[in-house]
């Protein structure tokens, strides 16, 4: 199987997840948003995790291509340069999330960007060409001995 396959299959479940939270819970997420925008060692250890997920995603699948799969790459490096941001400036995220936060829309928006994104890498990782389900695994297996 591809790694951008794998890779959607992590990642597409947790960004719809994420989406759908946010658009079910939106003053929730507005909340923790600005308690986080307080604490600078969150921050910072945001930024690592942030920066190890783009590396991760990076290292295992990291081509250009002419399909979806490009996304599995832009999502690596914004994650990577998220990370390294939040890392180098902690008291500019603050800045620039202090300025979004008071915007009503902005997780109603964040949100359907991140489930509609989350649904298409997820259905893309499950139902791409070439993708091989638990059934079809377990029939190559048979096939083998």
């Not at 509609?116 to 048979?142: C, H, N, R």
């Amino acid at each position: 199987m591809d790694p951008a396959e794998n890779i959607a299959r992590l990642l597409g479940p947790v960004l719809a997840i994420i989406g759908i939270g946010m658009l079910t819970n939106g003053f929730v997420y507005r909340e923790m948003a600005g308690q986080f925008l307080h604490l600078y060692p969150l921050i910072y250890l945001s930024g690592i995790l942030a920066l190890l997920a783009g590396l991760t995603i990076l290292h295992a699948y990291h081509r250009w291509t002419r399909d979806w799969r490009s996304l599995i790459t832009a999502i690596g490096w914004i994650l990577a340069c998220a990370g390294t941001f939040r890392i180098l400036a902690p008291q500019f995220v603050t800045f620039v999330g202090g300025a979004i936060l008071p915007h009503d829309g902005f997780f109603a928006g964040a949100g359907c960007v991140l489930l509609a994104l989350g649904g298409f890498i997820t259905f893309k990782g499950y139902v791409a060409e070439g993708a091989i389900s638990p059934s079809d695994m377990s029939q190559s297996e048979k096939t083998r001995s």
